[in-house]
């Protein structure tokens, strides 16, 4: 048995993993990162850019099908095949390939692969050959799709963003179950490429958006071109020529539909629950949760931190990148670890209109003095674009007129919220961010209107 003692040991390479071996290599070089499977994040495998590559294709075969308002006649023909072929190229080639090139420059006695648990505090042993004493470690060994035992019947056609992205032609019919960010994103642009596509909810919840009438408009907007199932229950799935789903409606309705395959995105499980924190002497309550600090992301009392996806909290690239420098900087420093500071919120979601959350939501603020601008996305902009659905809010500080946060749902909603992401880190009001100049036509007259119509209100 090989052992190796180091001052910092990092449980996944990832990009949290990588933000924290980022900052403590350049300190020290008593430190290993240890992963389990192929390198290359979760953004660049089976997340951000491959979701976002099948998007864009979806997002074309769209505009042929709609271009006719425009007056222009075209008809287009989907090859499925190309389509994932193309993706997998530009991920793998492009992104996986740039994470990669960073990887292969880390020494390799900084390198373990190999799947790692605790055996006692502080000592580690790593797949049946390695053991790693170190005397703080960063948990950084993200998640991994949750599948419930429901499917086990179908689970030979079941799919989940992890496998997806590997199928080799895309399916005549699928079933999203999940309303979340990924169940919308891709379960939008199977439907764009010509799969016959129905989603499932569970909660009658949809997207990310807080307001009762920002998820009013969600659903409204995205059922005139999906088939949701909002609310309600999978009782049963068997296998006949195709997977079988008996789907229970909240207010009783049962459907029954068969499909080529099942996409399962009903959530992701940290993998914490594989290195078996108790034997590290992490405690947990009466039903077996072991809490963190999730503003120092410190186990409080022990030198482990953790990171990234492995959080069970979902944080995107950014936020990732940035979770894994704190847990380094209070792991460099322990036991005088500090509050880190965040940035500003932001969550985008690539669905056509797109979803974005900024700052505070409305949920977070409703039991607040606050001021709600709000408007439908109906910009010139957007009537030039024939793109008016959705609407945006904004939240100001009733006393101040300061611009706390903002939900929004539309097209090109991406850029508008970065404006405003820009302006509640620099803690600007309503009345400053209006004296940036706006030009005509321009999707940003959308934000100067709304916050325009807040300050009426305020």
């Known amino acids: 048995m090989k052992i190796i003692d180091v001052e910092y040991a990092i449980i996944g390479a990832g990009t949290a993993g990588l933000g924290a071996y980022s900052k403590i ?16 994040t979760t953004c660049a495998r089976v997340g951000c850019m491959p979701s976002k590559l099948l998007i864009t294709a979806a997002d074309h075969a769209h505009d042929i099908e709609t271009s006719e308002f425009f007056g222009i006649e075209s008809t287009g023909t989907v090859n499925g095949r190309k389509v994932l072929e193309r993706m997998r190229r530009e991920r793998d080639h492009r992104f996986v390939a740039r994470n990669l090139q960073y990887v292969e420059k880390i020494p390799a006695h900084h390198k373990i692969e190999g799947r790692a648990r605790f055996i006692a505090p502080g000592h580690l042993i790593v797949g049946d050959g390695v053991e ?11 998640s991994r799709p949750e599948i419930s035992e429901v499917f086990n019947p179908v689970l030979s056609r079941v799919l989940t963003s992890d496998t997806i992205f590997e199928i080799t032609d895309l399916p005549r019919s699928v079933a999203v179950i999940g309303l979340g960010v990924i169940a919308l994103e891709l379960g939008q642009a199977l439907h764009r490429l010509g799969v016959k596509t129905t989603l499932y909810g569970r909660s009658g919840k949809i997207g990310g958006l807080t307001h009762p009438d920002m998820q009013q408009e969600t659903l409204k907007t995205l059922s005139n071109e999906l088939e949701i199932y909002p609310s309600g229950t999978v009782e049963r799935t068997w296998e006949d020529e195709g997977a079988w789903i008996q789907y229970r409606q909240s207010h009783g309705e049962t459907v029954t539909k068969v499909f080529d395959r099942v996409l399962v995105a009903t959530g992701r499980v940290s993998n914490v629950d594989r290195l078996d924190l108790e034997a590290a002497g992490v405690s947990s309550d009466q039903h077996g949760n072991r809490s963190f ?111 706390l946060g903002a939900e929004l749902l539309g097209y090109q909603a991406e850029h508008l919220a970065h404006i405003l992401a820009l302006a509640i880190t620099h803690q600007m009001t309503a009345e400053q961010v209006l004296e940036m100049p706006i030009y005509h036509p321009s999707a940003e007259e959308l934000l100067r209107d709304v916050l325009e119509n807040a300050q009426r209100k305020r």
């Open 293 to 403: 600090d999730p503003d120092t992301l410190s186990y409080p009392g022990h030198p482990i931190f953790i990171a990234g996806d492995a959080t069970d909290v979902l944080p995107v690239w950014h936020e990732a990148f940035d979770e894994g420098r704190i847990a380094a900087d209070n792991a460099m420093h322990y036991p005088d670890t500090v509050d880190a500071k965040r940035r500003t919120p932001l969550m985008i979601y690539f669905t056509d209109p797109q979803m974005a959350i900024i700052g505070k939501t409305y949920q977070e603020l409703q039991s607040q003095e606050i001021i709600v601008g709000e408007l439908p996305f109906a910009s010139p902009r957007h009537i030039v674009w024939n793109k008016v659905d959705g609407r945006i809010q904004v939240y100001l500080e009733a006393r101040t007129g300061k611009i």
């Open 25 to 40: 290599s350049r300190k020290t070089d008593s430190l290993v990162m240890i992963q389990d499977g192929p390198y290359g």
């Open 132 to 142: 790693v004493k170190a005397k703080k470690i960063i948990l950084a060994c993200g």
